[in-house]
């Protein structure tokens, strides 16, 4: 049963897309298991490019079942509205599937969303305001709504008529903003349950069902490693988990049903919001790859803050992900570069540090200990096999995967999906394995039993008792 999850080992943005592209052949379903209309996935096919925010870039293929998890955060309205934007350029979005478990952004999680980074002005986390973070508290407050809740327009009104006033009252009184109106939300909410209705259902059984037929699932990570709830530089980060542990929570699997976990990470890094950022740089080359890497938000439109690849919270990312391989996107951007630099440890208050610090003010202080590298000048757009790169660009790619500590499988020269050099085997987790029962007869437990009191067969595709 594969199932392989795509984790962004950085800030986001590495490149998750298009590592979803190049496994799309092989894969039946795409599911996306945290995160919401924050995020989002430029795939470009051909000579068109798609800008996704909630629907799972799956839905480009037809032979996929795009599935939006339980971990997710839906605004319904942005669900509908790019479900049409789709149906107009000619893709069609019938077999999307929701979470009925998956919560609802409601439009006072929006205006919170605002509302509180008003209120931070100065010290604000940078959200993307669209109330992510609101409506992640409720769930944990237990006071959210969820997709299923839309079909229950009586239900639908009681819950709304026990949160509301307070919502309002936060709005209005806190924040000096506007009051939602209950018969409003109520008529607006019944509206969004009808017309997702047909794609509103129970996802962890159609993972399951899926993984239990062989086929392959792919679970893919919005944001990325840095910016999870609780790895990451709180509190400049998401409120969820994008690391591959949120593809369990979130996606409807247990740990050990998965089979690979790809880590995406770009040639050098980038970071959108507040927050430390030890390797930022502020001068002609942070230019180079903002321009060169056309490195703007997808969702917001921001800039995007650029430096060096930092290594120090990569050894991390792989540690808390169990990554197989790693995906290295933008290797073509740092061409032209006179020398190219990558961060191997901190000074921190004196000291040489290695390990990832979880304090946000240490991190704030963190001076990088660079090595540097040659740079090179060719072009990389149109290499294909890692022995046609420049010496320099090899070296610096091997030092890459020194210090992640596993295979870079996959290097990317290009936002095509042929821009691409195919490095080394994707290794995946060994089959598990029973252990050997003792030589010893007296001490030997019988074959466990299979469906129907029948010793299981091994190998037999079927799930077997443990
Ligand atoms: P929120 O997820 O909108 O609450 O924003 C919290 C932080 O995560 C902010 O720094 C955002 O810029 C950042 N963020 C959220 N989504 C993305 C993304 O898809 N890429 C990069 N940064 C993101």
């Known amino acids: 049963m594969p199932a392989t999850i795509i984790v962004g080992l950085q800030w986001g943005d ?13 894969v039946a379903m795409v599911v996306r298991y945290q995160g919401g209309d924050n995020a989002g996935h430029t795939i470009v096919l051909g000579d068109a490019v798609f800008k996704l925010h909630l629907v799972p870039s799956g839905v480009l293929y037809p032979h996929i079942t795009p599935v939006i998890g339980n971990g997710v955060v839906v605004n319904p309205q942005t669900l509908l509205d790019e479900m049409a934007m789709l149906q107009s350029r000619g893709v069609a979005t019938g077999n999307v599937r929701v979470s009925e478990a998956a919560h609802v952004i409601m439009p006072y999680h929006v205006a919170l969303d605002g509302a509180m980074e008003a209120r931070l002005a100065g010290d604000e986390i940078g959200t993307t305001h669209r109330g992510i973070g609101p409506a992640y508290a409720d769930r944990a407050w237990r006071v959210g709504l969820r997709m299923a809740d839309l079909l229950e327009p009586r239900a639908l009104r009681a819950r709304l008529e026990r949160v509301l006033p307070e919502k309002n009252a936060v709005l209005a009184q806190t924040h000096g903003g506007e009051p939602f109106d209950l018969d409003e939300l109520v008529a607006r909410t019944t509206d969004w349950g009808e017309r997702l209705r047909p794609h509103i259902a129970d996802t962890t059984a159609l993972v399951q069902r899926a993984l ?3 086929l392959h699932v792919l679970f893919e990570g919005a944001q990325g490693t840095l910016l999870d709830l609780d790895h990451g530089t709180y509190p400049y980060v998401t409120s969820s988990n994008p690391v591959a542990g949120g593809a369990c929570t979130g996606g ?4 050990l049903q998965v ?6 990470m770009k040639a050098y890094a980038t970071r959108v919001g507040s927050g430390p950022f030890p390797t930022e740089l502020a001068d002609e080359t942070g230019r180079h790859l903002l321009e060169k890497g056309r490195e703007f938000g997808t969702t917001t439109g921001r800039r995007r803050r650029c430096g060096w690849f930092d290594a120090v919270p990569l050894r991390r990312a792989v540690a808390v992900n169990s990554v197989t391989s790693i995906m290295l996107n933008k290797l073509d951007i740092l061409s032209g570069l006179p020398q190219v630099r990558l961060c191997v440890a901190y000074r921190i208050d004196g000291h040489v540090v290695e390990e990832f610090p979880s304090s946000g003010d240490l991190l704030a202080r963190a001076e990088p200990v660079y090595e540097t590298f040659d740079g090179w000048d ?11 790169l420049p010496p320099a660009a090899r070296r610096y790619v091997d ?5 992640a500590g596993v295979p870079i499988s996959i290097v990317s020269v290009g936002a095509d999906r042929t821009a691409t050099i195919l490095r080394r085997e994707r290794p995946r987790r060994p089959p598990l394995s029973v252990p050997a029962l003792a030589a010893d ?3 030997a437990s019988p074959a466990p039993a299979g469906p129907g009191g ?13």
Not at 399 to 403: D, F, I, N, T
């Open 399 to 403: 030092a890459l995967e020194q210090l």
């Open 441 to 443: 007869p007296s001490t």
């Open 14 to 26: 590495e490149g998750k897309g298009k590592a979803t592209d190049l496994l799309a052949e092989s």
């Open 454 to 466: 029948t010793p299981a067969a091994a190998g037999d595709g079927e799930p077997s008792a443990p």
């Open 378 to 388: 060719a072009d990389l757009g149109g290499v294909r096999r890692s022995d046609q």
């Open 252 to 255: 409807g699997i247990g740990p």
């Open 212 to 214: 239990s037929k062989g």
């Open 259 to 264: 089979d690979e976990v790809i880590g995406v």
